[in-house]
C-alpha cells in the first residue's frame, strides 16, 4: 500500500475534457507539481457528493492560494460519469479523473470489494503528492469521512 514518502506509482487516469477522451499518464502529470488528490468510492454516492466533492469545490482556489498546482479527484468510475458528476457539483477548478478498471487504485493498495454495490472501488483517502512524492496521506477508516475532507487538507498544506 502507497504510504508518505513513497513514490507515485506509474498508470494511466482517464479524462473527458471538451468532449475528447484524455489519457493522463500519471509519471507525467505528478512531475515537478504539488497535488492534491482525494479519491472518492463512487460518484454521485450520498457522502461523495453531499460532503466530499463539494468541500473540495468550495476549497479549490484557498488550496491553490497554498502553492497547489491541481486539485484532482480520482473514482473508479468511467470518464463520463466523472464529467456529468464535475458538471453537477459545480467543480470546474477541480479535475475529475477516471479509474475505469481500477486498476490505478489497486496498483496504489486503495482499493476495496464492494460487492453488489459497485464492485472494486477505491477508499475514500486524500493526499498530498509533491513532485510525483506523496507528502501527506489521510485514509479514512470505513465509513466514515473525517481525514480526508478539504478543511484538514488546507490545514496540512
Known sequence: MISENMKMPAGQLQQLKDG??????????FANKKIV?????????????????PGYV??????????????ICLSVNDAFVMQAWGEA????NIMM????????????GL???TGSFGGIRSQRYAMIINNGIVTNLHLEQPKSFEVSKAEVILDAL
Open 20 to 29: 475528447n477522451m484524455v489519457n493522463h499518464n500519471t509519471d507525467e502529470l
Open 37 to 53: 488528490l482525494f479519491a472518492v468510492p463512487g460518484a454521485f454516492t450520498p457522502t461523495c457528493s453531499a460532503a466530499h466533492l
Open 58 to 71: 468550495v476549497s479549490a482556489d484557498e488550496i491553490k492560494a497554498k502553492g497547489v498546482d491541481e486539485v
Open 89 to 92: 457539483q459545480n467543480a470546474e
Open 97 to 108: 479523473l477516471a479509474d475505469g478498471d481500477g486498476s490505478y487504485t489497486k496498483a496504489l
Open 111 to 113: 482499493d476495496m470489494d
